[in-house]
Structure formats: C-alpha cells, structure tokens
Nanobody, 124 residues
Framework: QVQLVESGGGSVQAGGSLRLSCAASGLIYSPYNMGWFRQAPGKEREFVAAIRRSGSITYYADSVKGRFTISRDNTKNTVYLQMNSLKPADTAVYYC?????????????????WGQGTQVTVSS
C-alpha cells in the first residue's frame, strides 16, 4: 500500500520559515516525480512546486518562486519543501503527491498518489 506522509506544518508569523517533509513508503520511490500542492479554505487545490525523479529539474508556481525550495533525498524516500519569507496568503493545507509520468507537471490530475496534508498557518 502506497503511503505519503507529510510533516512539518505549523503556525508561524509572516516572514518566518517552515520546512515540510513528505516520506514515501510502499512504492519504488525514485522513479516518481514529486510535487507539492496546497489548498486554502474555499479555494481550489493549487500547484506549488515539483521535482523530477532525479532531482535535476524543479518547477515552481510564480507565487512561491524565490521563496520556496523543493528538494528530495532518494536514499530516504523523502521530498522536502523549504518555505521562507512566508506570507499570510501562504496559509493552506499542503499536500505532497507522486507522479509516474516522464515529465514533471503542475496538473493535480496527473498525480497518482497523495498524502493526507499538513496545515500551514501564517499570521500577520
């Protein structure tokens, strides 16, 4: 059974930082591209960042570019999202997802597996 488990969420003031982790089990992790998405109350789920299976290519939403960094450690089957200069607009539940396509994508419907989400709250 495939499991993606996020951790590292919490509450922080604007300008602060958080590091999210997503540990994968039950799948051969390294062939999968990994992505982070988020969903704020009353809004649709939106793409945040993605990283190719090798870690050599990354892609970011414009809203987080320059503030967030996605990385992965294939020896630990874990993907990370370092979030700096956080804003209240970043408040959401953050989800990690695994995608078995050749190219990384920002389309949520392209991803095969999802975690349960972790809450990030940024206060002003």
């Amino acid at each position: 059974q495939v499991q993606l488990v996020e951790s590292g969420g919490g509450s922080v003031q604007a300008g602060g930082s958080l590091r999210l982790s997503c540990a994968a089990s039950g799948l051969i992790y390294s062939p999968y591209n990994m992505g982070w998405f988020r969903q704020a109350p009353g809004k649709e789920r939106e793409f945040v960042a993605a990283i190719r299976r090798s870690g050599s290519i990354t892609y970011y939403a414009d809203s987080v570019k320059g503030r967030f960094t996605i990385s992965r450690d294939n020896t630990k089957n874990t993907v990370y999202l370092q979030m700096n200069s956080l804003k209240p607009a970043d408040t959401a539940v953050y989800y990690c997802a695994a995608d078995n396509n050749i190219h990384i994508t920002q389309g949520a419907d392209e991803y095969d597996y999802w975690g349960q989400g972790t809450q990030v709250t940024v206060s002003s």
